[in-house]
């Protein structure tokens, strides 16, 4: 699907329907939510705001929830030890989120599951829309305009002000709506089981597994060529992550990663000369020097130096591999484009007809022998879809069983 240059001027979406609700912070007002949401009919549209930025985690601020029948809810998560009733009430019925897989970790851990998923962003995807933010795709099929002024607010702030609670409970005004015409372009167009297939299996993924060395994430890392600095950066970054959940504030708040860069490169051996160093600065820099020279002195006295690189199972940058592996990278080369046409006439995305991962790894080793059967049970070990597997694995079998070599 593609949208015309000529729609008519959208009309904007002020306010909610029936007013701007309560937000709901006391027990009897969770019950009441919770009895209307599940006397309420169809799917509910739900959608959370978190505080990334400004406080520690990822958890949940606010939840809005819209279900036929019920109106708006606006709930704070924070008065309440969970949000299990809520949880029962909608036990059975979809939920409708835009970009599910931001919101469904801060939901479950205030002890929301669903039992049935629909992404209104994913299915734009699969429906060829261009652009597929909550905004883009309410204007392009409900000819509607979403403002969208707050959505890197501080969301912990409390009371929260009006506007921006006004700005929330549009967000889920409109998703149901916006789901059925999804659901009727995605079910025209024959994508409807590609969809659902991803919904179930976003919403069966469970919580990601704890990354190796989460400071390996610290932004500039690859700067520090030695082991020792390495490991200053590694004891810099548990001293800011601990600091930073002790006072609940997000780590770049304490110091922020150039700062850890800073230090773990000079090295200083006193608090006169770290507050010197070029580059490390940040809110707590001078009033927890004491901390960050603890761990500096750590990191130089420690034997414990981390690897300069962690082993990978994955494949190398695809841009080495006709040096390393001239036959898989004509398997990659030859692949990829003929993928690339599947996608270009399903109009889906590619890295949505296969994840491109899933296509390195295969082509870089492939199973052998190479056949239909062999490269659709690799697919699925890798975890792609049963329709990607049915797209995907007749054209990679075909590629890389006669793959275009350079020159020919």
């Known amino acids: 699907m593609t949208e015309t240059s000529d729609a008519p001027t959208p009309t904007p979406l002020t306010a909610p329907s029936e007013g701007v609700p309560l937000v709901v912070n006391t027990e009897s007002g969770l019950r009441r939510a919770a009895a209307a949401l599940a006397a309420a009919t169809g799917p509910v549209a739900v959608d959370a705001e978190r505080a990334s930025g400004f406080r520690y985690g990822q958890r949940a601020f606010l939840v809005q929830l819209r279900r036929e029948g019920a109106g708006t809810w606006l709930i704070d998560p924070e008065a309440f030890e969970d949000l299990a009733p ?3 009430a909608l036990s059975g019925v979809e939920w409708i989120l835009h970009a599910s897989t931001q919101d469904l970790p801060c939901l479950a851990e205030c002890g929301m599951h669903p039992d049935a998923l629909f992404d209104t962003e994913l299915a734009a995807r699969l429906a060829g829309l261009p652009r597929v933010g909550l905004g883009a795709v309410v204007e392009s099929l409900l000819g509607l305009s979403l403002a969208k002024e707050h959505s890197a607010a501080d969301w912990s702030k409390r009371p929260l002000p ?13 998703l149901v709506e916006l789901r059925q015409e999804l659901h009727r372009i995605l079910e025209e167009d024959g994508k409807l089981e590609f969809a659902e297939q991803e919904f179930e299996a976003i919403r069966t993924a469970g919580p990601a597994a704890p990354r190796q060395d989460p400071w390996r994430r610290t932004s500039g890392l690859h700067a520090l060529r030695e082991r020792r600095k390495l490991a200053a950066a590694r004891e810099l970054w548990y001293e800011r992550e601990s600091l930073a959940e002790n006072r609940d504030v997000s780590p770049g708040r304490i110091i922020p990663d150039s700062a850890i860069i800073a230090a773990a490169k000079a090295m200083p051996t006193t608090v006169p000369a770290l507050l010197k160093t070029p580059g490390f600065h940040g809110r707590a820099a001078a009033k927890e020097a004491a901390r960050w020279m603890r761990a500096l002195q750590t990191a130089r006295t420690t034997e414990d130096l981390p690897p300069l690189h962690l082993p ?15 036959a898989a990278a004509a398997r990659l080369n030859t692949a990829k484009p003929r993928l690339a046409r599947v996608a270009e006439q399903l109009e889906i995305p590619l890295e949505n007809v296969l994840t491109p991962d899933h296509l390195r790894r295969i082509a870089w080793r492939p199973p052998m022998p190479i056949e239909p ?11 792609a879809r049963p329709w990607q597997v049915r797209l995907a694995a007749p ?6 069983l006669d793959p275009d070599l350079p020159g020919e």
Do not use: H
């Open 312 to 326: 990978s199972n994955s494949p190398p940058p695809p841009r080495v591999w006709a040096d390393k592996d001239p």
């Open 373 to 383: 059967e062999s490269i659709e049970a690799a697919l699925r070990d890798l975890g």
């Open 395 to 400: 054209v990679i079998t075909v590629a890389f």
């Open 162 to 174: 009006e506007p921006w609670l006004n700005y929330a409970a549009l967000d889920v005004e409109v």
């Open 86 to 88: 809520i949880d029962q």
